[in-house]
């Protein structure tokens, strides 16, 4: 096995104030290094709950960077300031009475006609969504396109915080989201069909004589019950079909 | 960045090996499962197999029950706030439902509650909606394909899964719960991944390990994230009744004379004040554990996941269950450093990518249930030796993720997999074409709070659901089980803590008495003096700060 290698060191500014870390660190990581304890700016850690959208900068350029700090690697002379979370007004309402329509977001995000082009958005995604084109998806109507566009949106809000026009993309990509899943997806006809038997109560004695089985019975029916391949398409159908 | 030179050397070997792997896949070739006693001795490699991690409860209610020293620790330590300097019968809110915890599934008892007409207040030590839900990657399953999947082949899957140990009434309720979950879901919007243009809306569904049916349902790598923002905008929608209070854990919860629950103390993180919550029904919804690091594993929980609900219930009286079994899901990423920890969804498996040792070769099922799966790496890297070595000098095994865009056409990782995809791309990997390196990495809390399925527990007023119960899922919980367990329990304890606080509520006076008495407990049993519990938050600072800290109140 290769010999642990040191690790080189960087310095980083948090907050102004010079600080010694390993290369290797994420900016979270770093400034627990450092001897800071987070509260705010800390979620899962796994780059999805959008908890420590960061901004910073490298020495000598201009350009505010973006990042999500569970994500990002420090690099010598990274200047770094985190803008805890704040929320953008989100607005209320009742799913079953907003149609899926540009109209039906534009009442409840009255802004949205506001977006300029100024793309500023799009370079302040951490997780690098295109999101002037979800916006200008919304605007032309294709509801279903803002949804695809803006599915791995983890809300850090990011994008908002530097809106020049003051939108809040990321709520209304949320509500587009769901206005698609809700309005403009067909509904499952084979989860329909499955929730009325439950309700019909059609499994209750096959599951009545599951729970009576003592753990040998329980354990003959598991061994021997037929495991759908993996290959097979989804049209597949098991031998024996007592207990569907 | 990527792969070190040394690596991508060992790289050309699951190379060599994979269009023969192909082919047999293709073929419908799987490498052999183990059978049941195959299963049970390739668990001896296991981490809860070790005697050593272990000790017996000294207190409390399920005094003598052995478990892992983590969180024994925390059950036998010392109160984190002292009864007589907190005034329990001046409220600082009122409310008829508080639910402690803002993940999937407090926020789904939180929604229930409320179509119950109950006022709601969530109690969150970190953001709402900063929880395990969101993390949860694979799916969530549930028997929807009338004509091959029944909630009898679930109900099979699950009990085989937890060693047949679970409790069957609540796995009966989460199976034929399950399809009216993914239904509420589709009916909120959330965009569960269906089979394109087809005009019937059929679900995609996906293996996971240890099931006969394929049930994963998904929505792209990123199910608990679209189900958890889903639940928190229907839930923001409803602010009116549902108040969330984030940044303020609860750290312990409040009996009345008749020695019901009702109410808890919160703490608020930031300005270190306590607050009083009266509430005539109390949901326990604080999650899993995985942030305490059972035997020094690397974990994929997040933050906040410390046990704090296990802790409090104890206290007021709630036995624990199935804490002895923890999991350790299959596939963390070993490289780079940075993502160490971090999970691979089991779904990488589930589209047939093979798990690999150094030399290319399969050693274990790809799909074999989870306790297997890990054990069966633990083995391959320190028992067989053939395990590969990183330059952090851990140890790991490969999984081959550029079979799956062989196996389902060009593109299909990237599409499927795009959470994942734009991390390791980010660290110069491509995993449409590269490997990955993985090591098994502290997932899940298979045990908790002692519960039923009207998610009552032995205190009267106080529910349990989510992570933080145990039971449902025995010794060993299957993938897309998760998810599944906090939508089902998370509404059933909401609509129950509604049903309670309407018709069986009582009034009566409030204190910490059990705190008084567990603390007698603790004391006669001379344990825990030197701890606090519950602990909120890890503490990653540095030991070269720590040293050089002036602990003084200023």
Known sequence: MKENTPPEVVRIYIMGKQYLVPDSLTIQKAFEYAGYKWIRGCGCRGGICGACGTVFRYPGSYRIEVGLACQTVVADGMIIAQIPFFPAPKASYDLDNVAATTQAIQALYPELYKCMGCNTCTKSCPMEIPVMEYISALIRGDLREAARLSFDCVMCGLCTARCPAELKQYHMAELARRLVGAKLTPRAYHLAEQTKRLRDGYYEMMLDEAMALDEAGLRKRYVEREVEPQEDADDWTPGDKTYL | ?554
Not at chain 2, 243 to 266: K, R, T
């Open chain 2, 1 to 554: 960045m990527g792969y070190t030179r040394e690596l991508l050397e060992l790289i050309k070997k699951v190379e060599a090996t994979r269009p023969e792997r192909i082919a047999r896949a293709k073929a419908g070739q799987d490498f052999p499962p183990l059978s049941l006693d195959g299963r049970q001795e390739r668990l001896h490699y296991h981490p809860d197999y070790k005697d050593e991690g272990r000790r017996e409860l000294t207190i409390g209610p399920s005094k003598g029950y052995a478990l892992c020293h983590e969180i024994a620790d925390l059950l036998e330590a010392r109160p984190f706030i002292d009864p007589d300097q907190i005034d329990v019968t001046h409220a600082d809110y009122e409310t008829d439902v508080l639910v402690l915890g803002g993940g999937g599934a407090g926020t789904s008892a939180a929604l229930l509650a409320n179509e119950q007409g109950a006022r709601v207040i969530v109690a969150t030590k970190l953001r709402h909606g900063d929880a395990n839900t969101m993390m949860a990657e694979g799916g969530i399953q549930a028997a929807t394909k009338v004509g091959k999947d029944s909630p009898y082949y679930h109900y099979l899957d699950v009990i085989g899964g937890g060693h047949f140990k679970n409790v069957p009434e609540l796995v009966r309720t989460l199976v034929t719960e399950a399809p009216l979950v993914i239904e509420w879901l589709e009916g909120m919007g959330c965009l569960l991944s269906k089979t394109p243009d087809d005009e019937s809306g059929s679900l995609r569904v996906a293996h996971g390990g240890g099931t006969c049916r394929k049930r994963m349902h998904f929505a792209a790598d990123i199910t608990g994230a679209e189900i958890m923002r889903t639940l928190r905008d229907e839930a923001r929608n409803r602010a009116e009744a549902i108040e969330v209070l984030e940044f303020n854990p609860a750290v312990e919860l409040i009996l009345n004379e008749h020695g019901h629950c009702c109410g808890a103390v919160l703490f608020n993180l930031e300005t270190r004040q306590t607050y009083v919550v009266r509430a005539k029904a109390v949901v326990m919804a604080t999650g899993g554990s995985g942030r305490l690091h059972v035997q020094g594993f690397m974990t994929t929980n997040h933050y906040g996941a410390t046990a704090d609900g296990i802790v409090m219930a104890y206290r007021a009286g709630v036995p624990v269950c199935f804490l002895h079994a923890v999991q350790y899901h299959p596939t963390g990423a070993v490289f780079p450093e940075q993502a160490e920890g971090l999970l691979i969804t089991e779904k990488v498996r589930g589209f047939g990518a093979n798990v690999v040792n150094v030399d290319g070769e399969q050693f274990v099922f790809e799909r074999e249930p989870r306790d297997v799966e890990a054990a069966s790496i633990i083995r391959e890297c320190l028992e067989v030796g053939k395990g590969v070595p990183t330059p952090t000098g851990k140890v790991g095994v490969w999984l081959d993720s550029p079979m799956i865009d062989t196996l389902h056409g060009p593109g299909f990782v990237e599409r499927e997999f795009p959470g994942k995809f734009i991390l390791f791309k980010r660290y110069g990997i491509d995993i449409s074409k590269q490997p990955m390196l993985i090591y098994p990495t502290l997932h899940y809390q298979n045990g908790g709070l002692v519960y039923n399925s009207n998610c009552e527990t032995t205190v009267p007023g106080l529910f349990s659901a989510g992570e933080v119960s145990g039971g449902v899922h025995g010794e060993n919980r299957l993938m897309g089980n998760s998810l599944l367990d906090v939508t089902v329990f998370g509404r059933i304890a909401g609509r129950e803590a509604a049903q309670y606080a309407k018709w069986k509520f009582q009034e009566g006076r409030p204190h910490l008495d059990h705190v008084r008495d567990y603390e007698k407990q603790r004391r006669r049993a001379n344990v825990g003096e030197e701890r606090i519990s519950p602990i909120l938050l890890p503490d990653y600072v540095s030991q070269q700060v720590k040293d050089k800290r002036l602990e003084v109140v200023w």
